[in-house]
């Protein structure tokens, strides 16, 4: 591609509202282009890299056995309906009503349209184990987009789905996508490390993420540098201490203008540990008997040294979803924020409380009187409800396996792999004949890669104060040829040899300055850059710059070809 033909063009200063580096050189590169909110054009540069990375995972996904598939973006309600994530799920979900007054929506994801593919394709044992897979766009109404391609509302996803007769199959193909995807990730030169994490919306039991650790991430991963224990703060466990001791009974205290942690243990001088702290959340619920949604208060109460975690809260309340309780809601439930705690709370109330309250005795808590306290309170003498691990895991809190300190830090999700189970095969009727002639469900996995997201992170890792600098595996071009010379012959047959090699070049054919083309070439960020200039052209040779080292050198125009080619080569991240 000649330069003076292409589309895109580079920009010297950042669009307002770049809120990362990666985000920002992309813009300023020319790979993508802003419409809207969470809306991204790919302009030729970036369209390149994410068919360059669409390849290698195709290429991946064969190699594990998977058919490729397309599904439609619009679904037909119906299917939603019959798993309930049509009521279940909230705004993020595009719902519209089509001409002949049917449901419709736009996919976030493609479970019930692989289950619905599944049970009109699958009668037998004797067609299991099938995997397919798409790389297919996706709409998700985040209402929250940022950090250019890491957060969008529309978006391409590779994402697979298996299909096995019993837990051993589905056990065999996660663990090939586990494999798998530290060869896309590895091929593509982008380092993640794989955590336990929640299933989410999702359903299933086991699910694995794979996380590029930065700054910019949004989730929170929890390791431990001793033994290597992993997980997503969301379903991150610790040890923890208890304080058992024999039960003494309450005491109402006055304590005026206490209405935290911190507050409450400086005016009482005791410790976080000594006291009960309580979140008040709203869940929403899918009623059994008419189907529909119905919101119930949830109190979640732990330790206070510790911190509620939401989606630990949730999934311990089977909830769909959670929101913060208003003032009134709380106070209509015989509660008080700020001195708030479950004694006492009305009827219907769900109570969630973390083992380390539930374990711990004469813990200071909320009397539900606004300037009071009670000492003493005891899980159940004084309150009751459902005993899980509700608590947020920490940085210097204790690994659950060997008891060393934790490490905390922040990541970006760009792979998931779930086991579903039977969730989506029975609520859909997606069901074998064994080889005794029972009916059984059939078991799946959910496998998801964001492309765009990923092509986001290789920029956020590989960029430096003049630019991009891509692997060669994923840079939309391999070579970038400028020419400093009056007469482009050589130049232009350079150009042409490379690419009749089946070297991808872009070509910078411009009437600019050096300073102009060489600060077009970092920004873009070309692995290779080979400029021909008139003395090198005197001396028969052309000057080799490597984008990521800096390393220059000057390779002779006699054999250049198998030079750039072993370059290249040698290049090439290794999975």
């Known amino acids: 591609m000649r330069m003076s033909e292409l589309f895109s063009k580079t920009l010297r200063e950042a669009p307002t509202g770049a809120d990362c580096k990666g985000y920002e050189y992309l813009l300023r590169a020319g790979y993508i282009q802003q419409l809207a909110a969470g809306l991204f054009d790919l302009l030729p540069l970036g369209f390149k890299s994410i068919h360059k990375i669409e390849a290698i995972v195709r290429d991946e996904m064969e190699r594990i056995g998977a058919q490729e598939v397309l599904m439609p973006l619009v679904n037909p309600a119906d299917i939603w309906k019959e798993t309930g994530r049509f009521y279940s799920i909230d705004k993020e979900m595009s719902r519209f009503v089509d001409r002949n007054e049917r449901d419709m929506v736009l996919a ?38 940022r950090a250019g391609l890491i957060r969008v509302r529309e978006f391409t996803m590779k994402d697979s789905y ?40 999702m359903g299933g039991k086991v699910a694995h ?48 203008e206490a209405k935290t942690i911190e507050e409450l243990c400086a005016f009482l001088n005791i410790k976080p540990e000594q006291t009960a702290k309580a979140l008040f959340m709203v869940g929403t619920f899918i009623n059994d008997q008419n189907g529909e949604e119905e919101d119930k208060l949830i109190v979640g109460l732990v330790r206070g040294d510790m911190d509620v975690e939401e989606s630990k809260l949730q999934n311990a309340a089977r909830a769909n979803s959670l929101r913060p309780a208003h003032v009134e809601e709380i106070q209509a439930a015989g509660m008080e924020p700020g001195f708030g705690s479950p004694i006492g709370c009305k009827k219907g109330t769900i ?44 940085d210097g809190y204790l690994c659950p396996v060997c008891h060393k300190p934790l490490r905390a830090s922040k990541g970006v999700e760009v792979g998931n792999i779930f086991q579903l189970g039977t969730r989506y095969s029975e609520a859909m009727n997606c069901y074998f004949q064994d080889e005794t002639g029972v009916r059984k469900p059939v078991i799946m996995g959910s496998y998801g890669i964001g492309i765009g997201r990923l092509l986001a992170c290789l920029a956020e890792q590989y960029n430096d104060e003049g630019g991009l600098k891509l692997p060669v595996s994923v840079a939309p071009y391999q070579v970038h040829l400028v020419s400093l010379v009056k007469d482009a012959a050589t130049s ?69 070809v198998s030079e750039i080619r072993a370059l290249i080569e040698s290049l090439m991240p290794r999975a």
């Not at 289950?115 to 766009?137: H, N, V």
């Not at 993420?209 to 001793?226: F, H, V």
């Not at 005795?361 to 459902?386: C, E, I, R």
Request: contains cysteine; proline residues 4%.
């Open 351 to 394: 109570v969630i409380v973390d083992d380390s309250a539930a374990k711990s005795s004469n813990l200071v808590a909320g009397s539900n009187k606004a300037g009071f306290h009670y000492l003493n309170t005891n899980y159940g003498v004084d309150y009751d409800g459902q005993v899980a691990d509700i608590a947020s895991a920490a």
């Open 492 to 560: 232009e047959r350079i150009y042409e040899e490379l690419q009749a090699a089946g070297i991808e070049v872009l070509y910078d054919d411009r009437a600019e300055s050096a300073g102009v083309k060489f600060a077009d070439a970092d920004i873009i960020g070309i692995p290779i850059r080979l400029t021909l200039g008139n003395r090198c052209l005197k001396e028969g040779k052309i000057e080799c710059r490597l984008r990521t080292s800096g390393q220059t050198s000057n390779l002779e125009l006699e054999g250049l």
């Open 108 to 145: 976030m994801t493609h479970e019930e349209a692989a289950t619905d593919m599944g049970r009109a394709q699958i009668e037998s044992y004797k067609r299991l184990p099938r995997l397919i897979f798409q790389i297919q766009t996706k709409w998700r109404d985040d209402p929250r987009p």
């Open 209 to 256: 993420e794979y996380m590029y650790l930065s700054p910019i991430g949004e989730d929170t991963i929890i390791n431990c540098p001793a033994c290597g224990y992993t997980a997503n703060r969301q379903v991150a466990t610790f040890s923890k201490t208890y304080y058992p001791a024999e039960p003494k009974a309450k005491e109402l205290v006055a304590t005026p």
């Open 162 to 201: 298996s299909f096995d007769k019993d837990q051993e199959g589905l056990e065999k193909v996660y663990k090939n996508h586990y494999d798998a995807y530290f060869r896309i990730f590895g091929r593509c030169g982008l380092p993640v490390i794989a955590v336990g994490s929640d299933s989410g919306m």
